[in-house]
Structures are given as C-alpha cells and as structure tokens.
C-alpha cells in the first residue's frame, strides 16, 4: 500500500466525520443527560433545596419508578420499529385481576405476583399474535388493546375499587429495611450505595482493559479518573440523602426492582443476540430477514415483554396506592413515549437505548415533581411538558437535518489513538491492483 | 473546431463539507444541444457538482459561478433551477408509486382551470410526451405497475414538460437492461436533435463512448480533462486512464481455476410469483456447482435471476412449489434464511441498501450480524471478539475507514460492498450466490472485488455470480448459465462464450440445456 490517491486527506475526512456521525446518538444521550442535571440545579435552586431533600428524591423514586419501568419496554418496542399504546389500560387489567385474586380468591401475595406476571404474558402473546403473525400493524393493535383491557378493568371490577393487603404494598410502598447497628442512616441503603460506586470503579477499569487488548482508541487515564470521581461523587451524595430519610423510609423497593430491569435490559439489548436482532429489524427488516434474522418472533417477542413490564408496572402502582381502580394507568402510554423519544430513540425504529429512556424519563419526571413543589397547577405542567417534549425532539431532528452535532458533543468527542500498522492482507492473496486503480473513499458523494 | 454555442458554464466551483472539500475549483462547460458526460470514480464530486448546478446546494453553499445562457444564475433550490430549464433525474427515481404517469408528470407543477385540476388537459399533453419519449403506456397507468426502464422515461417526460434545456442524468441505466438502456441513450441522442443539452453522469464506459460528445473527467474533485470524442480519439481505456489516473493493464485479475467435483445441485426449481399465483417466476430450472467453480447466470432483467437466487436461499422469495437441492451429495431441504446459513449458504444481494446491510450499524456489527452464534458464549455476544474479527476483514478486504465503529452508511459504495461481502464471508459459506456484486461501484473497487471473488473460489467454495454485465461474466465465469422468463436456457463453457451467443440465448427459449 505504498501509494494512494489522496491518503491524506481520507483518512481526515473519515475521521471527522465518524465523530459526527456513527456517536451521534451517544451525544444526544449526553446532551439529555445534561439537560437533566440542569434541570435537576434549576428547580434546587427555585425550590429553595426542597428538590434535592431526602424525602423528595424518595417521593420521586417511588412515584416514577413504573413510568421508568414502561419506558424499558417501550424503548425495545419502539427499536423494534413499533408503539404500543395499551399499556396504560394492561397495567390497570392486571392489577385489578392481581387485587381480586387477593381480596376473593385468598392468593397469598406472592403467588398474586407471579399471576400478575403471567397474566401480562398472555396478554402480550395475544398482541403480539396480531402484530407479528398477522401484520396489523402495532398502533391498531395496541390502540385496540388500550381499549379492550380499559373495559376490561372496569368489567372485572364492576368499575369500583378493590384493595389489596398489607403484604403486598412491599414492592410499590416499601422501603430497604433497618438492619444493623443504629448509625443514623438506613444501613443496607448506605451498603447499596457503596456497592454501586465501586461497581462503576471496577467497570470504567474493566472497560479500558478491553480496549487495551483490542488496541482501540481509549481516553486518557485522567479522563477515566474524572469520570469515575463525578460519577461515584454523585451515588455517595445521592445514597446519603436516600439513606438519611424519614424514619421508617429509605431507598424504595420499586427503585431497586427499577434497578435491576435496567441492568438486566441493557445487557439484553446490548450484549445479547436477541437484543442485536431488535435493533436488526427496526433497522432494516429485509437485511435482517435475509440475514436469517426471525423477525416475526423479535416482534411477537418485544409486543409480549412489554406487557409482562407493563403488568409489573400496574402492581407496582396498585401496592403503592394500596387499592385497584378503574381510573389506573390513564395516559401513562404517553408518559412511557415521551421518555423513549426524548432519551434519543427514532420515530422510524432501529435506534434508541434503555439508558436513554430511562435518562429521558427523568428529565419529565424531575420536570413534574418541580414544578408540583412549585405549586405550579396542572393545567401549565401538561403545556410545559408537552412544549419539552417538541423542542427537545425538535433541537435532535433540527441538529440532525444540519449535520452537525451539538456544542457538547465536540466536548465529549472520542479521541483517536494511533492506528496499527497495517500487516499485509492474510487471506487475500494481493490481486495485485493498481494502487491507483483504487477508490478514493470519499463518502459525500 | 468551429466556436458553438455555449448554454452552460461552471466557473471554478469549490463546495466544501465539513472536514472534506469535495469540489475544489471545477469548471465545466456545456455547448447547446450536445451530450456531455461526466466519469469519475465513486466519490470523485460527480453528484455533488450535480447538485450544485441543479440547486440541491443552493448559491452561498459553495464558491463560484454558473453562467447559464449567458447570465450569472443563483439558484436557492431545485424549483428555480427547474424553472430556468435545468432539470435533474437521479439516480433513485422520484415518482411515487400509488399514483398514475400523468399525475406524476404534473406532480407539483398541476394545470389549473378555474382554480380545479385540469385532469383533461393534463392527459392530453402526457399523451403527447410520452409519445416523444417512446412510451406507449396509457396515462393512467400507476408508477408502481411499469417497470423501471419505463419509470426512467416517465421522468424524462416529467422533465420536458418543463421546457427543459438542460438534462441532468445521474446513472441513467444503471438499473437498467441492454435493451431499455438502449432505448434511453437513442431518446438521449434524440432530444440533443431538438436541441435539449444532457449532462450524463455514467459508469458504463461504453455507452459513454457510444453517445457523448464531450466528456468531463472528475478525480479526487478536481476537473483532470475535457476531451472531445470525435477530435481526440476516445476509447474506453482513455477514459479509464483519466480516471483513475493511469491505466489498467487488465480489468480482471488473474487466475489459474482449481475447478473440483459437483457439490451443490438445484433440480427442476420451480416457484411461484408471491402475489400472482398462475405466474411462474421460475420454472423447471436446474444447476449444479464444482468446488473451486464461479459459475455465472446471465439473463435481462425481470428474466428471474434473482428471484432464482432468493428462492434457493431459504425460501426468502416468491412460493416455493417444486424442485430438490443436493449438497455434497445429500438432499437438504431449506425452508427459511436461517437453515440456508446453516447448511452453508449465502446471498449477497443486489441492493445492499434495501436488502443487504442496516444502514444505522455500525461497520463492526454490520460484518458478524448475520451469524452471531459465531461469537456469541450461550446469547451473549463477545464484543471483544467482534471486534477483532472485523479489523481482520478491514485489513484483508481493504474496507478504507478510520476504523470498524464507524457507520455503514458513511462509507462509499465500493466499501459498503465489501463490508456486505464480509458478512458473507464471516459465515464461512460454502456456496456463495452474488446478485450483481459491482452494481453501482467504481472501476478500481470493481478490480478488488473481482479478486476477492476469485479468492473465496480458490479455496474451494463454490460461487454463482449473477450480473448484468456480460463483460464481468465473461471476465470472472467459468461456466454460464443463461436464463430466460423463469427458465435456465443454455449453459456455456466460460472459454467458448461470447456476448453474442449469450445475448441469443437470454433471449429465447428454444436451446436446450446441455449437461456438464
């Protein structure tokens, strides 16, 4: 490879260009992340400190949490290249089947959950029949679903309220227990959160061994040093305030359950072959098929786990409340969509993550309860967040249509290290082209 | 040579994209009523220079001048280069589908009486252009039941309805067969007699040489020479020598065949178009491959060359209604994708931006996504491994980028090719069926593929090259099989073949099949 037409230059261009373009959807999530974090200081700052107070964040925890947990799901359904506008109505379906398998059937709480669960699963099998075996496509399903399962709670409840027991309010109303000596703070919270600091620690290390042995670019040390010292510098504030509540409170069971559906999601949709198959059909249906991708079972898959995600966010909801009702889960679809689009996913598929919905959930619920502590009336919060909604997807299509990224993407660009050496091709034998005879690879035209 | 009548100019262009000059300094000059060609590697400025002068980049985006008849013009977008007579048709057509010849001829441009449409006048006058384009379609036909050769022609009539002066055509035939493209380079040369001027953007040298008048050569976005046909003596290989900046020895890599026993054998195929059901897309068809064999299958257009690849490849087309496959000498059955991969198949498509790559990937997960099992302990996928086993094929392949994160669809063509063509190969296939691997690619990243084919054959796969090109047939095949309306017409030893008897034979149906 001794002559080239314009090495040079092709190298730079690409160069450039892939920082614009293949981190695009990297840089959105950053740049969502700060509008967090600004949004976060704002209301401190207009709230007089109430925002970032210990009965607050927990308040915030527990209120959202089943929002966040659609949003899981809604993000593998929109990836997928789908909707699904019945999950506020599943929600409310399976918890007033979950509350009266309780209160008359005499399920013990345990077993009622399991029910709940299974109950979402067929569900989702049953929409996912449509969706994926017989092409309706997901907005008429699922719009019919919203409807069915919305009668269908008023139907099996008579349209009135049934409670459920004390036992059962743990996963939507409790809180990590107390346990061992009397130090001031929840100790399992302030375990937990110690935990999770040294889990990033381990992680930012463990990820640059990785690039070492692939020799791929890498941050400076001190990049990865400040990253993991903001980082842990936040979940040790974060589980101080969660730890040093109220007596009797601490960090809420639904936050860990929370939790643990988004560690185990992001690694189904980033690590796993099932995961790489979602994003393969929202991105290109054909290739993927022609790639041996099964798409109607990726479809039948997404329409079914975001119903089972759904019938977990209704019990949630209905052991935190203490009661089922026929009003549950109104317009949480919505909700569930918003946080998705505004974590970074496109409206056409193939391109969304669970840390971004989850990112993009926060920013409304953050919003919400702000604006809540503020005394703002309902009326403003819907038109706030609906004008949040437009501009923040508005700004990403508007930046997109430009190409070019935004201020804090050249920020947080990736660094290029140095490239090996290129060693003679091992399989090919060299065809012995003119060097000449090459392409240019210049990708404008 | 008398001094003609200068329509067009393009004084000194410089267009610059972020990080990137993609034109620096060109200029271009069109005489009226003649044929001007641009040729120029992939990623040489041709399309951009396009769109500057239609208006796609309007003025302020770029430096320099156009003169168009004589006065400076400043087009802000593609209505007001339209409206001074300048009209482009891409290389991916702009009609839409579910709606009739003349209403996509007035799309945008409707004749109003009293205010309503005037869908009577308006067919009147689509009678009259498509006469002059040579289509005897009725008006109302919709854009989604002609063929693209016909669709080609509608955008033509489109363009005269605007009282067009200048044509821009980008890849006119590329989609097309010998005998629609054809049809389109003599409308070309015949709206140059009415004194429409056309600008042709081609890869296929040939029809180059056999209909322009001038030709502009583009490389790394400089303007290298204007040549003109009759006074210096062009050939095809004076343009490719301007091109790429030297010339090519030979346009197909050398290669000694190792060709073995039969392994892989299609009998009596036979299968059903998917919405036609007493259509017979293919019929009766069978082949075999050899070990170490590229074996070719010529046919037109529409002749079922592709949907024979499909249907072979799992099912993936059409309705599978009869026929037996043999591999190694065992009958196996494939009734979708994933049993074709598994028993050892592949099939690189002919449109690797509908059916062969997902353009939000990145090139990494582009290459393992279709046999992820490979790298993958239980369900999860080794990134580590993955990445190491793309950089392996960036290197052997040359697949020239930055590195393997970067998205597929930030590559050139020949690239994108050669990341689809990894794909394949990742799955360590046995028989590889390749549906027009060089469309819409460059002479030098042409060269690389052919080699690249020639390598999987030298270690023992089998390959069925299907092309459009007889030349890349004759140039890579060692046996081709002809195909004509759904049914294999003919198989000819590469060393005997000519483009003469091939053409007969995807033409009718009378040979009968010799056996090998």
Redesign the interface.
Known sequence: ?SSN??PV??????????I???GKNNLRQFGILFSLIAIIVLFQFLTDGLTLSSGNLINLVSQYSYILILAIGMVMVIIAGHIDLSVGSVAAFAGIVVATSMAEWNFPWPLAVLFGLLVGALIGAWQGFWVAYVGVPAFIVTLAGMLIFRGGNQFFGNANTVPVPEGFTVIGAGYLPEVGPVTGYNNLTLLLGFLIAIAIAVREWRSRR?HQ??H??MPPLWVSLLKVGLLDAVVIYATFLFAGGRVGTSFPVSGIILGVLVLFYSFVTR????G?HV??VG??K???????V?SRRVNFLVMMNMSILASLAGMIFVARAGASGPQDGLSWELDAIAAVFIGGAAVSG??GTVIGSIVGGLVMAVLNNGLQLLGVGSDLVQIIKGMVLLVAVGVDVWNKSQ??PSIIGLLTRNR?AS?PP??P?????D????A?????????? | MAVEHVILEMRSITKE??????LSDVSLTVRAGEIHAICG????????LMKVLSGVYPYGSYSGDIIFQGKEVRFKDIRSSEAAGIAIIHQELALIPELSITENIFLGNEPTKWGAIDWVGAKRTAYELLARVGLRDDPDTLIKNIGVGKQQLVEIAKALNKSVKVLILDEPTAALNEADSQHLLDLIRGLKGKGISSIMISHKLNEIEQVADSITII???RAIETLDIAADGVNEDRIIRGM???S??SRF??RTPKIGEVFFEVRDWTVQHPQVSERMVVKGSSLTVRTGEIVGIAGLMGAGRTELAMSI??R?YGNFISGRIFKDGKEIELR???E??DHGLA?V?EDRK?????????IK?SIV?????KI?VG???N??KE??IAE?YR????I????V???V????G??QQKVVLA?WMFTDPDILILDEPTRGI????K??I???I??LA?QGKGVILISSELPELLGLADRIYTIFEGAITDCIDGADADPESLMKSMTSAKKKVRSI
């Open positions: 490879m037409t314009a230059d092709t190298k730079k261009s690409a160069g450039r260009r892939s614009f373009g293949s990785v042995t692939m791929s670019e690590n796993t072959i099932v790489r994003y393969a991105g290109n054909l290739a993927a098929e022609l790639s041996g099964n193939g391109i190409g070019r290029k490239e290129t060693p091709p091992a399989v090919l034998p065809a012995g082209t003119p000449s005879a090459r392409p240019a690879d210049n990708p404008s035209n | 994209f972020p990080g990137v000059k993609a590697e992939n990623g040489a400025g041709k399309s951009t490389r790394d976005g790429v900046g030297r090519l020895e890599p050398d490849f799992g993936s979708n994708v994933g074709a991969i099939y498509s509908a059916l062969g790559l997902n353009l939000l990937d990145d997960r996504s279709a046999k992820l099992s993958a369900s999860v996928v990134d580590a990445y190491s392996e290197k052997n392949l040359r020239k980028t930055p590195n994160e970067m998205g669809s930030k590559l050139s020949g690239n794909k460059d002479v030098g990243a060269y690389e052919y080699g690249i020639q390598a030298a």
